[in-house]
């Protein structure tokens, strides 16, 4: 049976910011869009080298470079499923450091991420596991984890 071992957790845009010396925000409006991509695909890829680690990536790192082939092929891959309306919540508070829905008020910010589920649906379906609100605790985690080792 496979014991519960602690991984080191990243996050995917901290690490572009320190590799970049830039905010997200600066890197979207002084290099675009798809310099932010291709920067984010080669940091993705720093990880086929560790052994257990944790990264999360933003909403959009599996819908570019061909991310979700990679992370399917390198790693368990998880589809945290939350509810628009808890997005809005979370984001909303966050909104000036995400150049992508940085002028949007909350209605906008609502109909913007309904949108974006549907376009990155295909990518997100593809994950190994996806937890519902509900499955999304350390209890949840560990019994995937557990049954995925098994």
Not at 12 to 32: C, Q, R, V, Y
Not at 69 to 90: F, G, N, P
Request: glycine fraction near 4%.
């Amino acid at each position: 049976m496979a014991k519960w071992n602690k991984s080191v957790g990243y996050d995917l845009d901290a690490l572009i910011e320190m590799n970049e010396e830039k905010t997200i925000a600066e890197i979207f409006n002084e290099d675009g869009e798809v310099y932010f991509r291709k920067v984010e695909a080669t940091i993705l890829k720093w990880f086929k080298e560790k052994k257990k680690y944790v990264v999360a990536t933003g909403g959009g790192t599996a819908c570019f470079q061909e991310n979700m082939d990679w992370m399917k092929k390198e790693a368990v891959v998880i589809w945290l499923d939350e509810s628009v309306d808890v997005l809005v919540q979370r984001l909303s508070k966050e909104k000036a450091h995400r150049p992508l829905i940085a002028h949007l008020s909350d209605i906008e910010l609502k109909a913007f991420l309904e949108q974006k589920l549907v376009e990155r649906h295909p990518f997100y379906k593809q994950a190994h596991y996806r937890l519902t609100s509900d499955q999304i605790n350390e209890s949840g985690l560990k019994k995937l984890i557990k049954n995925h080792a098994s």
